[in-house]
């Protein structure tokens, strides 16, 4: 499935997309309730994506059993009794936010775990290989939409680019063994790691360069993890005003997701909706001769296979 969270009538939202359509879960959930007599009660206390994902396993399968009963009234052509309600609605009616559209926690990332951007940045300095995954985190207020604006911040002059494959977390969990990681994981997501490269080099360090205002894009949904046969075989694209800027597979991680997340989890707690970004093929602004930044007024879009893309515009700070 893919679930969504989506702003509609002044409120943030989620649901279900399909193709272009969006079932809204609480909607569908209390109009079939109402009409069909069928208990969802796993979603009684859902409200968000966050509570969606502490609900845990009989939330999932009740949301699955919603959406069938939903597309089963479509081809009955019954939807006039679920449409009128607002229990499904057309994705041009709707304004995608990101999924979880304020993290409890840092988004954790990691840097240089793609052979090929190890190459152009850090080996470059004489920098080895990295033994251990090597992270960092992103600040919650970072986040933004899959549509949204990046803003243009003063602080920095070097704005760069950076696809990845997010991981988002579905249950709680310490020392998790890679055999059992795939159980701890909802599904994924597109990011944008956006860098402020002078920071990175003036602070020494990683969190207040990756960490300003909208330099967290996501989405555009959380796919789960039923949806992807094999996320370490995933081609990934990035375009800069429609110039191909990086093109990768997520086979070529040099840390692959069960070792990062058995390596995060040991003796530090994973939870619902904990957000962990694998890193950035080869491609960056930054490692460019010369290194070509993002300007006022450039598009990227960033797309990974079966996660859709997501397309965001740099803008102007507004005084």
Excluded at 64 to 80: F, P, S, T, Y
Excluded at 208 to 233: V, Y
Aim: proline share 6%; net charge negative; aromatic share 6%.
């Amino acid at each position: 499935m893919k679930l969504v969270s989506y702003h509609f009538q002044g409120q943030i939202r989620i649901g279900v997309q399909s193709d272009e359509m969006i079932i809204d879960l609480l909607s569908a959930s209390r109009e079939i309730s109402k009409s069909r007599g069928l208990q969802f009660a796993s979603l009684k206390n859902v409200s968000d994506m966050l509570s969606l994902l502490e609900a845990g396993d009989s939330a999932l399968s009740e949301v699955r059993d919603l959406v069938q009963e939903v597309l089963g009234m479509l081809a009955r052509r019954e939807d006039l009794l679920i449409r009128k309600t607002g229990a499904i609605l057309s994705t041009g009616e709707v304004r995608l936010t990101s999924p979880i559209p304020r993290p409890r926690k840092n988004i954790v990332c990691l840097g240089l775990n793609y052979h090929d951007h190890w190459l152009e940045t850090a080996a470059k300095r004489g920098e080895p290989l990295p033994s251990v995954p090597v992270f960092f985190t992103k600040s919650p207020t970072a986040v933004i939409g899959p549509f949204d604006d990046i803003v243009y911040p003063s602080a920095t002059k070097e704005l760069d680019y950076e696809v990845e494959l997010a991981v988002v977390i579905w249950k709680r969990g310490k020392d998790v063994p890679k055999e059992d990681v795939s159980n701890y994981v909802a599904g994924y997501m597109i990011m944008n790691d956006v860098s402020a490269r002078d920071l990175q080099r003036t602070h020494k360090q990683w969190f207040r360069s990756k960490s300003l205002d909208t330099f967290a894009p996501m989405g555009p949904c959380l796919t789960t993890r039923d949806e992807l046969d094999d996320p370490h075989n995933l081609d990934m694209e990035l375009r800069v005003n429609d110039e191909i800027r990086q093109k990768s597979n997520t086979q070529n991680l040099i840390f692959k997701i069960p070792d990062i997340l058995a390596t995060l989890s040991q003796d530090m707690t994973l939870e619902p909706g904990d957000i962990v970004a694998t890193g950035t093929p080869a491609g960056v602004g930054l490692g460019m001769s010369p290194p070509q930044y993002l300007e006022v007024g450039d598009v990227i879009e960033a797309q990974i296979k079966g996660l859709g893309s997501i397309r965001n515009r740099v803008v102007e700070k507004s005084q």
